[in-house]
Structure formats: C-alpha cells, structure tokens
C-alpha cells in the first residue's frame, strides 16, 4: 500500500523523498528543535536524514509507524508528524518536531489535527496519545488544542542528552473527539 498523503487546510503532509534530507538535515539539526524531541539526534550529522527517510516506507509496509513530511506552498518542508500505530490495541502515539523558523503558527496543531482524523477514520484506532518533555510547554498547549486532556507525568521518563526528562502524557479517544466535533 502506498504511503498516504493528508492535506488539510494549509498544508499537505506527504511522504520525505530523499531530495528532502538536506532541509531536513538544517531544521532538524539546530539545537533548539532536537532538544524538544526524544528521538532528535545532535548534532544531526551527514547522513541521518537520509537513513531516517529511507526507514518510513518499510515502517508503514509493516503497519508500525506513518511519518509525513509537513510541507506549505511556498515554504517546502517546514517540519514532520508521525503516527507510532499499535494494532492490536487500536492505539496510536503522535510525535512531530517543526524547523525553528516556522514555530508559532500553527504548523503543529492543523497537522496533528490532521492525524487526528486519519488515526480515528483511516486507522480506526481508538485511542491516540502523545507525549512531551514538561520543559517544553509549548508541545503541551498544541496537544491541548487537539482536545487531548493531560493524564499525567511519568517523572524522569526518558534520558535524554545525558539528562532524566519527565514526561507528560495526553490522550484523546475516539469518542471524545468526535462528540467535540
């Protein structure tokens, strides 16, 4: 099955395609935006953007994980959101970062919301979750807006450049989504 593109009001999230590693490379690649992430390395060095990209097709062949690049008309590439897609519990855990240039103007918010509506149609799962580091409030008011309530704080959840980070956990269920709707 080909990997899906989503298009939402401003913006069309699609699949990388390995010309887009050096501008993944640069956004992905200052300090600001990896320290938002678990997953972000830094520095982001030659070559990890395109071994990243080349992971995404055999992940959704497998039905583990869509991640799609998020992409305006005049801008290109601007950042990424992925689904992690548990199955077997009809779960889903989004994750996204966005280049430094693009923060604050709803790249985030209009793509997860995006996602949002693929997990629960496409998918069909019943819950989807997300997770942020509590130094980065910022993540937390976007999965706020989504209609995802807090369920709690898994303290010194992840190591993360050499450092425990505590971890606040949101989620929001198919029913719940929809009846806000």
């Given at each position: 099955m080909s990997i899906?593109?989503?298009h939402t009001q401003r913006f069309t999230l699609r699949p990388f395609e390995v010309s887009d590693a050096q501008v993944v490379q640069s956004l992905a690649g200052i300090g600001d935006v990896a320290l938002t992430t678990q997953n972000i390395p830094h520095?982001?060095?030659?070559?990890?953007?395109?071994?990243?990209?080349a992971s995404h097709r055999p992940d959704w062949d497998e039905g583990k994980l869509l991640t799609l690049a998020i992409t305006e008309d005049s801008e290109?590439?601007?950042?990424?959101?992925?689904?992690?897609?548990?199955?077997?519990?009809?779960?889903?855990?989004i994750g996204y970062w966005?280049?430094?240039?693009f923060w604050d103007r709803g790249y985030a918010t209009e793509s997860a919301r995006a996602f949002l509506e693929f997990g629960f149609g496409q998918l069909a799962l019943n819950r989807i979750q997300?997770?942020?580091?509590?130094?980065?409030?910022?993540?937390g008011r976007v999965l706020e807006k989504l209609g995802m309530k807090m369920e709690g704080?898994?303290?010194?959840?992840?190591?993360?450049r050499g450092r425990f980070e505590d971890v606040?956990?949101?989620?929001?269920l198919r029913s719940e989504y929809h009846i806000d709707r």
């Open positions: 899906p593109t989503i520095p982001y060095e030659d070559g990890m953007a395109e071994a990243w990209i290109g590439v601007v950042g990424a959101m992925g689904i992690r897609i548990n199955s077997v519990q009809r779960c889903g855990e966005v280049g430094l240039p997300a997770r942020h580091m509590t130094r980065n409030p910022s993540s704080v898994q303290r010194q959840h992840v190591l993360a606040a956990m949101y989620a929001i």
